[in-house]
């Protein structure tokens, strides 16, 4: 089982997030905070990349840049977190399901008002 935050908003579908690691944040750092829409976190992230790649020397730069990756992996998914919180995304559920289709399809039988909003919004 893995586990999911739901963030909820009034008016906008819930967004489920996964927990924990995150190989595209390891690979690709600020690309895939931009993809999540985590705009500030990527800025930051990306700055301080460019500056321990440019003040470093090449080797010390490279083992920099992989901590950065280890780093960039585990805490991505708090830094979309942190960014779906300054849009106005509330916190509501930990869930835990196999995928993201069964943590909705809990979510939704926890919670049967979003079943009314979500039939608004797609009719």
């Given at each position: 089982m893995k586990s999911y935050t739901?963030?909820?908003k009034l008016d906008c579908p819930p967004?489920?997030?996964l927990e924990?690691?995150?190989?595209?944040?390891?690979?690709?750092?600020p690309f895939w905070l931009l993809w999540h829409h985590a705009w500030v976190p990527a800025v930051l992230f990306g700055?301080?990349?460019?500056?321990?790649?440019?003040?470093?020397?090449?080797?010390?730069?490279?083992?920099?840049?992989?901590?950065?990756?280890?780093l960039a992996g585990l805490l991505g998914r708090?830094?979309?977190r942190w960014s779906l919180e300054r849009r106005g995304y509330l916190l509501t559920h930990v869930l835990a399901a196999r995928d993201v289709d069964s943590a909705l399809a809990?979510?939704?039988?926890a919670r049967a008002?979003?079943?009314?909003?979500?039939?608004?919004?797609?009719?």
């Amino acid at each position: 089982m893995k586990s999911y935050t739901a963030h909820l908003k009034l008016d906008c579908p819930p967004v489920l997030l996964l927990e924990g690691w995150s190989w595209g944040a390891a690979a690709f750092g600020p690309f895939w905070l931009l993809w999540h829409h985590a705009w500030v976190p990527a800025v930051l992230f990306g700055a301080a990349v460019m500056l321990v790649l440019v003040l470093l020397p090449p080797g010390l730069g490279a083992v920099f840049g992989l901590a950065f990756g280890v780093l960039a992996g585990l805490l991505g998914r708090d830094a979309v977190r942190w960014s779906l919180e300054r849009r106005g995304y509330l916190l509501t559920h930990v869930l835990a399901a196999r995928d993201v289709d069964s943590a909705l399809a809990r979510l939704l039988h926890a919670r049967a008002d979003l079943n009314a909003s979500l039939i608004g919004q797609l009719g």
